[in-house]
């Protein structure tokens, strides 16, 4: 079946360690994206990736990083620099031309204690 | 950044009963889409929107792109439980690679 996924469903993670969330997908699509979604908010975009090796910062990419080395994969890094990363991720892609709607991920909730 | 203004923030309706909800902005969109969300879960793309005007319908959920093209209708016909969960709008402006989200909608549905 075509799809995203992500992996774990659940992190837990200390406060100052680094953590990697993981996103795939085999759609084919060119373009990717990382939100946060937190309690009673929509969604905000961290980061976007348009092509392999090329991202784009998205509202709010302070505390966060990526890298886009093959098409199906985009991990999200969340560094000890972000103030508050507790908070569920949601990873989305969407072709790049055309009607581009994005379809997400499952979601991973990160809890940092 | 911007955000695009949903309403309402919750409903509480009868199983049977239709259901509308609203997002507007003050900006133009070119492109409207909706969501829904399970807790827990991913969003679900229900319907997407190109041209104003377009009414478009998915099963017994319908979503209208407003003719100024700054906000966007979905109704949902004859309630059942498992429509409920929280549904979102989304937009893109023209010459823009990103969507702008609203806060969503919670829908919770009595039996």
């Known amino acids: 079946d075509g799809g995203i996924t992500q992996s774990p469903k659940y992190l837990f993670r200390k406060e100052g360690q680094n953590v990697t969330l993981s996103c795939e997908q085999n759609l084919n699509h060119d373009a990717m994206y990382w939100y946060r979604q937190d309690p009673g908010q929509g969604l905000r975009l961290i980061y976007y990736s348009q092509i392999v090796n090329d991202f784009q910062k998205g509202d709010i990419a302070e505390g966060y990083s990526v890298s886009r080395e093959k098409k199906e994969s985009f991990p999200l890094t969340v560094t000890s620099a972000q103030k508050n990363p507790t908070a569920f991720y949601l990873c989305?892609?969407?072709?790049?031309?055309?009607?581009?709607?994005?379809?997400f991920g499952p979601g991973t909730r990160l809890t940092v204690t | 950044g911007q955000q695009l203004n949903q309403s309402p923030q919750s409903m509480f309706i009868q199983e049977g009963e239709d259901v509308s909800m609203n997002c507007t902005s003050s900006?133009?969109?070119?492109?409207w889409l909706w969501y829904k969300q399970d807790p827990g879960e991913g969003p679900v793309l229900l319907i997407a929107l190109y041209k104003a005007g377009e009414l478009t319908s998915n099963g017994r959920l319908t979503a209208q792109f407003g003719i100024t093209r700054k906000d966007s209708f979905l109704n949902i016909s004859a309630s059942i439980p498992s429509d409920v969960g929280i549904y979102f709008c989304?937009?893109?402006?023209?010459?823009?690679?990103?969507?702008?989200f609203g806060k969503g909608t919670k829908l919770t549905v009595n039996p």
């Open positions: 900006s133009i969109f070119n492109t």
């Open positions: 989304a937009g893109r402006q023209g010459g823009s690679e990103k969507l702008v």
């Open positions: 989305a892609s969407s072709r790049w031309t055309g009607r581009n709607e994005q379809y």
